[in-house]
Nanobody, 115 residues
Framework: QVQLVESGGGLVQAGGSVRLSCVAS????????MRWYRQVPGKQRELVAV???????NYADSVKGRFTISRDNAKNLMYLQMNSLKPEDTAVYYC?????????WGQGTQVTVSS
C-alpha cells in the first residue's frame, strides 16, 4: 500500500504562485506514474499533469506553460509549481500514484485563487 499526503494549498491572488507537494510513504518503491488532479464541486475530477518514473511530463492544455510537475524519487516527493494562477484554477488538488498493485489518492488540498 502507498499513502499520499498533499500540502501547500491556500488562498492566493490571481497572477500569483503556489507550490503543492505530495509525499509518498508505505510501499512506494514500485510507483510508476504520478499525477495531479483537481476537482471543483459538481464537476468531474480533471487530470492536470502527469510525470513518469523517468521524468517524462504531460499537461492539460489549460495549464500548459503555467504549471510544472516534478518529482524527487530519492525523497519520495512530487511537486506542482503553479504560476500565473487564474480564478478558474480554484479547486481541490489531489495527488495520485500508480504501482503494479493499484491506484492511490491523497486527501486533497484546497487552492483558492481570488480575482
Amino acid at each position: 500500500q502507498v499513502q499520499l499526503v498533499e500540502s501547500g494549498g491556500g488562498l492566493v491572488q490571481a497572477g500569483g504562485s503556489v507550490r503543492l507537494s505530495c509525499v509518498a510513504s508505505g510501499s512506494r518503491f514500485s510507483i510508476t506514474f504520478m499525477r495531479w488532479y483537481r476537482q471543483v464541486p459538481g464537476k468531474q475530477r480533471e487530470l492536470v499533469a502527469v510525470i513518469s518514473g523517468s521524468g517524462t511530463t504531460n499537461y492539460a492544455d489549460s495549464v500548459k506553460g503555467r504549471f510544472t510537475i516534478s518529482r524527487d524519487n530519492a525523497k519520495n516527493l512530487m511537486y506542482l509549481q503553479m504560476n500565473s494562477l487564474k480564478p478558474e484554477d480554484t479547486a481541490v488538488y489531489y495527488c495520485n500514484a500508480v504501482d503494479y498493485k493499484g491506484n492511490y489518492w491523497g486527501q486533497g488540498t484546497q487552492v483558492t485563487v481570488s480575482s
